[in-house]
């Protein structure tokens, strides 16, 4: 079996940063005139009241401080609580693939290949602009790469899953190196007037070089990959083609993301923690050989849970980084952003594991190793 490679890594994310006093204080407001607006509806019974946030409450339920959101202005804005995106058009680039391009091209750079290098572009995310054309293909046009180009949607789980799918591509003589992109919009698809959820996700972008040889001395080869998928509806979006024609007449608001959170977490959680046991015994080696878990980023809890359960409760937080603090749930793209900003002080043999875990349910674990 050929070796294969990740040999860069880069990632994109807005300008603007909110912190969750300034995401409370918006929602606070919303509260107030949404209870004032339907003060009638809520003394019949018709409505229920609803109820405050708080950033102690954001804290101790996730573990996030801040995040980068695309359209700060609007969507901290109680009368709007969205962000402004331009159109998908065929006169002007798709939004996903201008950021695409930004993190791939960083990602390039980190990796030291050319555009005319690569042999395909994978797309990976949770939330994709369009049906088609492939966002994939606009970037391998932006950026001039020859080969092929496709789109994949496995809710959070699909940038490592996009991963393996290069892995799979190269091992099979397809191709020599694939460029991987993960662009996360995710505020798009967030309902802000939903207290367990305002304050979850921020938008960002990854992207990852795969290649079949180790071209530089920053390059980890991925010795193992395991993906397992399970069904559930626990964590779901009803956005569809098909909203136009099923007669529901459901609002916007409606099909965007909804979670039980509780669930999730309980159902996830050691689902994750025997695969990642399964993998590694499986591959003769000790957990205590794993120098870091670089784990999806939905939430401190479930990082910590995992860790807990794999190294012990004491065990080193350096060991499971918790980028969220800083940057939310950035759905897909977490795991390879904690892998971006935390892998530098590894040395040739060090090993480490990027797990990712979401929508479907749907679980990735790559075991790399440093050269």
Known sequence: MK????????????????????????????????????KAEIASGQKSELSYSSSEFIEKASGIKTRYILD???????????PT??????????????ISIIAAKKAMEAAKINASEID???????????????IAIEVQEELGIAGYGYDMLVGCSSTTFAISNAFSDISSGLANNVLVINPELTSPAN????????????????????????????????LNRKLVTQFSNNIRSDFSYMNRTDQLDRDDDELLFRQNGRSVFKEVCPMVVTIINQQLSDMNIDIC?????????????M??????????DNYDEKLAPMILAEYGNVASAGSVIAFNQTSDDFISGDKG?????????????LVVEKV
Not at 206 to 222: E, P
Not at 289 to 301: E, F, P, S, T, V
Not at 353 to 365: D, M
């Open 3 to 38: 070796e294969i490679f990740i040999t860069g890594t880069g990632f994109w994310k807005p300008d603007e940063i909110v912190t969750n006093d300034e995401i409370v204080n918006s929602y606070n407001a919303y509260v107030d005139k949404f209870n004032e607006e339907f």
């Open 72 to 82: 700060k202005k609007n969507v901290l804005d109680p009368n709007v609580m969205k």
């Open 85 to 98: 995106t331009p159109a998908e058009l065929a006169s002007n680039q798709s939004l996903l693939a201008e």
């Open 120 to 134: 395909a572009v994978i797309m990976g995310t949770s939330h994709s602009a369009r049906n088609y054309p492939a």
């Open 191 to 222: 309902d802000f007037t939903l207290r367990d959820s305002h304050f979850i996700f921020g938008d960002a972008c990854v992207a990852t070089i795969v290649q079949s040889q180790a071209i530089n001395d920053q390059s980890f080869k991925i």
């Open 289 to 301: 050989d794993i120098k870091r878990l670089w784990l999806h980023q939905a939430n401190g809890n």
């Open 303 to 312: 990082i910590s849970y995992v860790a807990k359960k794999l190294y012990g």
């Open 353 to 365: 594991v990027i797990c990712s875990f979401g929508a479907g349910y749907s679980i990735c674990s």
